[in-house]
């Protein structure tokens, strides 16, 4: 009797390849290991021999970073989206983009359900699951991880056991999640708040004492709300993404040091390097600010935090992200323009904006004699501005 199918979202780590093992001994599935690439720099080829040698009946991997980096990243950079104020969100966005594949491969090769490695203490899972379900309310999901609690002793004893390759090399004592939009490192010293990140936790971005001592800039440009280009370069996408972040972290901006609150309800010490989103939201913060009218700027504001708490709790494939998304498109249409920032031993400044239909006017904003402001137009807008504060003051002799 031929088995059921199940797409199990394959990182080539030890964890998930046991996964694949237990998926297909116990839960008897056959099983597809599918990785798309974010940007985490793996081989391959080494890792569809692993998935294979895990026991997969099938390996897919897609290039993923210009679709992640044009789908995921940059709808996130329009909502200037940080979690917390903070976080910009590099492990949430790739999680639908990774379920996005999922479903798509199960539909594929007719499987009856999808898998995934996450924890029951974190986010991925809510996030796996709740796109699953906004995608495909059909499909199974298996969380194997989540049932068993399985150690990582428990993972190397398992895959001794069922000859699955254990890996050689020394573990990081941290917990790592990489892709365009950012690195995040957790567990190890950083659970200890009052423990600074040893250098060892980063990757990405140099410290201050080893930055460059002498400032870099950067020269981003935007179209229709969408960064496009960076020093006069046109880049695609993922390498804008890739570009702007190699000169931020050299010069050491990115590191996040962060007491989140997970889905879940638990405070966690979060440590990131993210240093190309938030200079791309720095820069195209800059551009939204000199483009768009006040009233909107403020409205948008409040829109951006409740998109980045939607990114953040799973709620990617939502009716409510995407007519926030087309808020955002809408008003992206007059975001286009020029923003410098500089750069220097951790620290990152605007400098300079320029935009092809600016509101800044400078007849409207200068002390000089070019003032062409109606001063006198000023008393009277005034006056009505504060009619209820003045009728409500009068009847109760003022507010102290
Ligand atoms: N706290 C971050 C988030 O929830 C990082 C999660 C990283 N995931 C991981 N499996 N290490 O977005």
Avoid at 20 to 36: N, P, T
Avoid at 38 to 60: F, I, M, P, T, Y
Avoid at 68 to 73: E, G, L, S
Avoid at 213 to 223: D, V
Wanted: proline share 4%; hydrophobic share 40%; aromatic share 8%.
């Amino acid at each position: 009797m031929s088995r059921d199918k199940v797409v199990l979202a394959y990182s080539g780590g030890l964890d998930t390849s046991v996964l694949v093992r237990i998926l297909s001994d116990e839960y008897g599935y056959d099983v597809i290991a599918c990785h798309a690439d974010v940007g985490e720099a793996k081989d391959h080829e080494k890792l569809r021999a692993k998935a294979r040698q895990a026991g997969a009946v099938a390996c897919e991997i897609v290039d993923a970073k210009e679709e992640f980096a044009r789908d995921f990243c940059f709808p996130a950079l329009q909502a200037n989206a940080l979690y917390q104020g903070v976080y910009p969100l590099s492990a949430a966005l790739s999680r639908p983009l990774i379920a996005r594949h999922l479903v798509a491969s199960a539909r594929k090769h007719g499987a009856a359900a999808v898998a995934h490695g996450a924890t029951g203490k974190g986010n991925d899972q809510v996030r796996f699951d709740l796109a699953v379900k906004g995608m495909a309310p059909d499909l199974k999901i298996l969380a194997p991880q989540r049932e068993r609690n399985i150690t990582r002793d428990a993972a190397m004893e398992y895959a001794a056991k069922h000859g699955i390759e254990v890996p050689t090399t020394k573990k990081s004592p941290f917990s790592i999640d990489e892709n365009l939009w950012g690195r995040s490192i957790e567990g190890g010293v950083l659970e200890d708040p009052m423990q600074e990140p040893p250098e060892a936790a980063f990757a990405w971005t140099k410290s201050i004492e080893d930055a460059p001592a002498a400032p870099a800039y950067l020269k981003i440009g935007f179209e229709k709300g969408l960064p496009v280009s960076l020093n006069g370069e046109r880049l695609s996408p993922a390498n804008v993404i890739i570009k702007t972040g190699a000169i931020a972290g050299e010069n050491g901006v990115g590191r996040i040091d962060l007491i989140e609150d997970r889905v879940v309800g638990i405070k966690s010490r979060e440590t990131y390097e993210c240093p190309a989103a938030v200079a791309l939201i720095c820069a195209r913060k800059e551009i939204e600010r000199f483009t768009v009218t006040g009233d909107a700027l403020r409205l948008k504001a409040l829109l951006d935090q409740r998109f980045a708490e939607l990114a953040y709790d799973g709620f990617w494939y939502s009716p409510l992200r995407l007519a926030i998304q087309s808020f955002n498109d809408s008003l992206s249409q007059s975001v286009s323009g020029e923003t410098v920032l500089k750069l220097y031993r951790g620290s990152m400044r605007v400098v300079g904006r320029s935009a092809q239909h600016p509101l800044y006017n400078h007849a409207l904003s200068t002390y000089g004699v070019e003032d062409r402001f109606d001063h006198r137009a000023a008393e009277g807008f005034i006056k009505l501005l504060g009619l209820q504060l003045q009728e409500f003051s009068r009847q109760h002799g003022g507010v102290q």
